[in-house]
């Protein structure tokens, strides 16, 4: 239970020191909006698996033919959290 406070006190100082034009839906969904992407070691980086949704994403960087997540939150939540 400690474990999960320590994760909801990060994830909101993320968040305080962020804008999120989704309103920080993966948040607030409690992790089950989250957009699909796997970790992309190379990049130390998640690598998006949805390219439509990685187009229209102002947290997505296009490199070559892939997207590559920039947003802090959804990186925390898959390297801490591992979703």
């Known amino acids: ?3 999960n406070n320590i994760y909801k ?3 909101e100082e993320i968040i305080g ?4 034009p989704k309103d920080f839906k993966c948040y607030t969904s409690e ?3 989250l957009c699909k ?3 992309f070691d190379a990049f130390e980086s998640l690598m998006c698996l949805n390219d439509e949704d990685a187009q229209e994403c ?8 892939t997207y590559f ?3 802090p939150l959804r ?3 898959a390297e801490k959290i591992g979703k």
Do not use: D, G, P, T
């Open 9 to 11: 006190k990060e994830l």
């Open 1 to 3: 239970m400690e474990q």
């Open 58 to 65: 102002l947290f997505s960087v296009r490199y070559a033919y």
């Open 75 to 77: 990186n925390y939540i």
């Open 17 to 20: 020191r962020m804008q999120c």
């Open 69 to 71: 997540c920039q947003c």
């Open 37 to 39: 992407a796997k970790k």
């Open 31 to 33: 992790l089950k909006s």
